[in-house]
T-cell receptor, first 116, second 112 residues
């Protein structure tokens, strides 16, 4: 149980285009999902906290107009990187909290974004 | 400001040895301390977690030691195996399931 999936697992896009990453909780309902970014050989940095049915809360320094987060259902949150640039190339990881159990975050497998 | 400091950055251990990774935190409001294992190209997976009301927790070969007064906690991997070679992250949060603050990570290599 407690499986989180991400789609796509990797994506290459051209500079200036937008790309959407999906995060799904497969066997539980998640009122809260978190989005992290991880650069090579670095730690995970929280980008935003996404609550179902409400606006996401962004961490300091994260542009909310560039990284659009939508959490429209209890099993799906999306991150859209708008007008992507090479410096946005990174590993994006989501996690989801089981709102019934409420004790742990479950991480997705990550999405590798490369902007050319 | 890095609220969770992790050391060492990298660690090489012989098979069968003990791997020890340390973390220190600053925010006394933290009350949940998990450790994650991450393989290249994969998301982190929870190994073991502890709350500050206990000083030690053991699960199989993995043990967390917690020192509340020193604001430090550590992961011990007993009988380390080559399959344990991965990056390990400590983390802390105010309540389980809430926003996690991660340490910088430790790249562990277990030599056969």
């Amino acid at each position: 149980g407690a499986v989180v999936s991400q789609h796509p697992s990797w994506v290459i896009c051209k500079s200036g285009t937008s790309v959407k990453i999906e995060c799904r909780s497969l066997d539980f309902q998640a009122t809260t999902m978190f989005w992290y970014r991880q650069f090579p050989k670095q730690s995970l940095m929280l980008m935003a906290t996404s609550n179902e049915g409400s606006k996401a809360t962004y961490e300091q320094g994260v542009e909310k107009d560039k990284f659009l987060i939508n959490h429209a259902s209890l099993t799906l949150s999306t991150l859209t990187v708008t007008s992507a640039h090479p410096e946005d190339s990174s590993f994006y990881i989501c996690s989801a909290r089981d709102h019934l159990a409420g004790v742990e975050q479950y991480f997705g497998p990550g999405t590798r974004l490369t902007v050319t | 400001q890095q609220q969770v400091k992790q050391s060492p950055q990298s660690l090489i251990v012989q098979k069968g040895g003990i791997s020890i990774i340390n973390c220190a935190y600053e925010n006394t409001a933290f009350d949940y301390f998990p450790w994650y294992q991450q393989f290249p190209g994969k998301g982190p997976a929870l190994l073991i977690a502890i709350r500050p009301d206990v000083s030690e927790k053991k699960e199989g070969r993995f043990t967390i030691s917690f020192n509340k007064s020193a604001k430090q906690f550590s992961l011990h991997i007993m009988d380390s195996q080559p399959g344990d070679s991965a990056t390990y992250f400590c983390a802390a949060s105010r309540g389980a399931g809430n926003m996690l603050t991660f340490g910088g990570g430790t790249r562990l290599m277990v030599k056969p």
